[in-house]
Each structure stands twice: as structure tokens, then as C-alpha cells.
């Protein structure tokens, strides 16, 4: 990142660091195999690092119907960064 004299940002180049042994496991647990409309779902979500240690950290949870929206496969935060941080 490149500051001015007032530590306003100038210029910023995003880093992506891929480790392919730094893996994070996410598993998702809910309280039925099925459920009906409008019926309480209980989930827990638990992440664990390659060692299987507990991680601990601010997670985002999109649940949605997959007969009403469909998997799009082609975006996701890889392929963003990668190629959309240079076209501005």
C-alpha cells in the first residue's frame, strides 16, 4: 500500500496467499434430515484447521431453496479476485 504524507491511501494491491496445506474443514449439522414449510431449523456449523483445532471467527450463512435458486458455480471469491481486481 502506497500512503501519502496524512497516511491517506494512495494506492493498495490486494495479496492472495494460497497454502494448499492450510485447509479449513466446515461441517454442518442440523437437527433433522428433513423439514417441513416453515418449520424451526436447528444448524450448528463447526470449522476446524488441517490439525483439526477448533477455529473461531465471524462466519456468513446463506441458506436458500435449490428449486428456487439456482448453483452458480462460475463466481466465487477466488475467481473475483483474481480477475476482477485489476479491472477498474
Partial sequence: ?????????????????????????????????????????????TASDASGQPLSDSFSVSVTDNEIVTYDNSVNILSTLLLTSDLQ
Fill in 1 to 45: 500500500m502506497l500512503l501519502d504524507e496524512e497516511l491517506n491511501p494512495v494506492s493498495e494491491r490486494l495479496v492472495l496467499n494460497i497454502n494448499e496445506l492450510d485447509v479449513t474443514t466446515i461441517e454442518i449439522m442440523t437437527n433433522n434430515s428433513s423439514f417441513g414449510l416453515r418449520e424451526r431449523v436447528g444448524v450448528t456449523v
